[in-house]
């Protein structure tokens, strides 16, 4: 886990990448109606748009709620660690894919006057998805190569 600002930064910009391509991912391949070669690449015009705005709804507002949350429910003296990675993950996918399918809506989906009924639609077809990526594969992944890299020897 970061251990400082400059840590925060380039851990945040990690998850980020690879929880926004495989989001972007995901939504492209819904639709299209199913996962298609083409969608991989398409996926970097969305991404150059959601990343940046990704990185400061997580950095500022959506990450530091989190971890305020996640220690009011993990108690990291008494709890596994790996309970408060948990509820942090848990919590900012919460916040973050309610968010990003705000953005979305606005930026994609072209809602008209169905704005909240295409939002919520995004954020129900958003979740499973993204919890799922995170716990299980952008989690693990990020923060094993973070930890690589970061490794205090």
Same mark, same amino acid.
């Given at each position: 886990?970061?251990?400082?600002?400059?840590?925060?930064?380039?851990?945040?910009?990690?998850?980020?990448?690879?929880?926004? %391509?495989?989001?972007?991912? %995901?939504?492209?391949?819904?639709?299209?109606?199913?996962?298609?070669?083409? /969608?991989?690449? $398409?996926a970097f015009k969305e991404l150059i748009i959601m990343a940046?705005?990704?990185?400061?709804?997580?950095?500022?507002?959506?990450?530091?709620?989190?971890?305020?949350? $996640?220690? $009011?429910?993990?108690?990291?003296?008494?709890d596994n660690p790996f309970f408060l990675v948990l509820a942090?993950?848990?919590?900012? /996918?919460?916040?973050?894919?309610?968010?990003?399918?705000?953005?979305?809506?606005?930026?994609?989906?072209?809602?008209?006057?169905?704005?909240?009924?295409?939002?919520?639609?995004?954020?129900?077809?958003?979740?499973?998805?993204?919890?799922?990526?995170?716990?299980?594969?952008?989690?693990?992944? /990020?923060?094993?190569?973070?930890?690589?890299?970061? $490794?205090?020897?």
């Amino acid at each position: 886990m970061p251990k400082n600002k400059f840590q925060e930064v380039i851990f945040t910009i990690m998850m980020v990448l690879v929880m926004v %391509y495989a989001m972007i991912v %995901y939504n492209i391949s819904l639709e299209v109606k199913g996962l298609q070669n083409f /969608v991989f690449l $398409a996926a970097f015009k969305e991404l150059i748009i959601m990343a940046p705005i990704a990185f400061v709804l997580d950095f500022f507002i959506v990450g530091p709620i989190a971890k305020k949350k $996640a220690f $009011a429910i993990v108690n990291p003296q008494k709890d596994n660690p790996f309970f408060l990675v948990l509820a942090i993950s848990a919590l900012s /996918v919460v916040g973050m894919c309610t968010l990003m399918s705000l953005v979305a809506t606005i930026l994609f989906k072209h809602p008209g006057n169905q704005f909240v009924a295409v939002w919520i639609q995004t954020v129900v077809f958003n979740f499973p998805m993204a919890f799922c990526w995170q716990i299980f594969f952008a989690g693990p992944i /990020v923060r094993g190569i973070f930890g690589k890299v970061f $490794a205090e020897n």
